[in-house]
């Protein structure tokens, strides 16, 4: 990917960082619908906002359509969150977001982090041999959490 050109991996599959890859109509319908990190309802504005922001590496299938998608958040210098990654379900079950995932951590804009975050409930053991732990020292992190933060309102 350093080259600009998309890793191909098995099946046809490819990964590409360019923005221009994403179906953000799609992804708003993935992460609105079926997403547990992402709040009901939240503004597709806010997700064309967070878009503008990261880093996005999105898996095409054989045909170029978009099946996987993550985003990364950083200041592609000390910091990395790995965050909205998702997988069609009809895609899911043959490595594709721990090939998304590693691909993430080898990007070159990210070469000189030495943090990488990411927060899942149920996807320990796509990330763990990776390289993700359990956060070694928790009682330095903290967090303010607003979850219905630019979810749409009733006047909406």
Do not use: N
Not at 7 to 29: E, F, N, Q, S
Not at 109 to 127: G, I, K
């Amino acid at each position: 990917m350093s080259d600009g050109q998309p890793l191909k991996g098995a099946d046809g599959y490819r990964i590409v960082d360019d923005p221009a890859a994403v179906d953000v109509d799609a992804l708003h319908t993935w992460l609105d619908g079926d997403a547990y990190w992402w709040p009901q309802g939240l503004r597709r504005e806010v997700l064309d906002r967070a878009l503008v922001g990261s880093l996005t590496l999105t898996v095409l299938d054989p045909d170029g359509v978009m099946v996987g998608f993550g985003r990364v958040v950083s200041d592609r210098a000390t910091f990395a969150y790995w965050c909205d990654v998702y997988v069609e379900p009809g895609h899911r079950g043959r490595g594709l977001g721990r090939w998304l995932t590693r691909t993430f951590l080898e990007h070159p804009e990210l070469t000189d982090c030495r943090r990488f975050l990411l927060a899942t409930r149920d996807a320990h053991d796509v990330y763990a041999p990776l390289g993700f732990v359990a956060l070694m020292r928790p009682e330095i992190f903290m967090e303010v959490h607003r979850p219905l933060a630019g979810a749409r309102r009733a006047s909406d």
